[in-house]
């Protein structure tokens, strides 16, 4: 990638799923830039100079010189579009359509169900954990990702057979999906795809590798 003449910061810290897939994007696309440790145990999110930045106080927001851009998915277009990332965010209106569908996906209905999940086992203190609600938000995560192995049964990545955004917004949570405690239905296709992702060298760097916190 030819870097678009400002430099690159990412505000947030490297266990937020959403720092993840920027972090991951710009690791596939060979953008070095800085990464400021943010938001959970780090604080700062809530402090008036970041709020001037992001209103919703949440990670991450992306500085490239004097703009400032925030919403994850938001971010990987912008920086995909402004390095020209053909193969990653088509041009064409419905190859583009195909990927932005599946990013919707990942925010307004898997995003949502699999954070309850994470947060009911992660997030809680073991001895406050409550099994049935953790069933619930399992059954409710597993029968998404079946939506999501029917699809991979019929190409190599989510949006087609070429990896693009769809893969980096979706991969991290299946990430926490494949490596919580909870049984999981034998999903090939999501097996494989998830495998695969374990093969390159920014997921494992900016997703495999982080513990979950």
């Known amino acids: 990638m030819t870097n678009q003449g400002s430099s690159f910061t990412v505000l947030g810290r490297n266990t937020s799923s959403n720092v993840q897939k920027v972090m991951w994007l710009l690791a596939e696309i060979g953008q070095v830039c800085t990464r400021v440790d943010m938001g959970g145990s780090y604080g700062g999110n809530r402090e008036e100079a970041y709020l001037k930045k992001n209103p919703n106080g949440v990670v991450p927001t992306l500085l490239h010189g004097e703009e400032t851009i ?3 998915n938001t971010i990987l277009r912008y920086i995909s579009t402004i390095s020209f990332e ?3 965010y088509p041009a064409r209106a419905l190859a583009r359509a195909e990927i932005e569908r599946w ?3 990942q925010l307004g209905t898997f995003g949502p169900v699999n954070a309850l999940l994470y947060q009911s086992i992660i997030r809680t203190p073991e001895y406050q954990r409550q099994p049935d609600v953790i ?4 059954a409710r995560n597993a029968e998404l990702l079946g939506i999501l192995n029917n699809v991979l049964s ?3 990545f989510v949006a087609g057979d070429e990896f ?3 893969d980096i917004a979706i991969g991290p949570l299946v990430h926490r999906w494949f490596n919580l405690p909870v049984e999981r239905p034998e999903y090939g296709f999501v097996r494989t795809w998830y495998d695969g992702l374990c093969e390159r060298k920014p997921f494992v760097d900016h ?5 979950f916190v």
């Not at 069933?135 to 399992?138: F, G, N």
């Not at 997703?207 to 513990?211: C, E, M, N, P, T």
């Open 70 to 72: 925030w919403e994850s």
């Open 86 to 88: 053909s193969k990653l």
């Open 103 to 105: 990013m919707d996906w």
């Open 135 to 138: 069933e619930k938000h399992r």
């Open 154 to 156: 019929q190409h190599k």
């Open 164 to 166: 693009t955004l769809a």
């Open 207 to 211: 997703v495999r590798q982080i513990a």
